[in-house]
């Protein structure tokens, strides 16, 4: 039982390594969309799908980064948000309305 206990303590470390998400997107100066998906570690995410939903939570666009996580696409007309979900920590999210 002592050895079960001094693995577990050995593995709380790497718990508290444990990171999540960001999405940050920004409009460049040819009024298109670039956003880059990457982890709280400082990491960057490679090839991931982004998902782009209207305010009806309706599938409007799916886009695949590059290998450094970013991608830049015309901005979808209307209410929208872009959500980036690698499927091992809560969902990332940016919503148009952070542009203004």
């Known amino acids: 039982m002592a050895k079960l206990a001094?693995?577990?303590l050995g593995l709380l470390p790497l718990a508290a390594?444990?990171?999540f998400p960001l999405l940050t997107c920004t409009l460049t100066v040819k009024q298109q969309l670039l956003c880059i998906a990457g982890f709280?570690?400082?990491s960057l995410a490679g090839k991931v799908s982004?998902?782009?939903f209207n305010y009806d939570d309706q599938a409007m666009l799916t886009v695949?980064?590059?290998s450094d996580g970013s991608v830049t696409i015309n901005p979808p007309i209307?209410?929208?948000y872009i959500v980036f979900d690698p499927d091992h920590e809560s969902?990332?999210?940016f919503d148009y309305v952070q542009l203004n």
Do not use: W
């Open 78 to 80: 209307g209410e929208y």
């Open 40 to 42: 709280s570690d400082g």
């Open 91 to 93: 969902p990332a999210e």
């Open 50 to 52: 982004l998902n782009v």
């Open 17 to 19: 390594q444990a990171h």
């Open 6 to 8: 001094i693995i577990f």
């Open 64 to 66: 695949v980064t590059a």
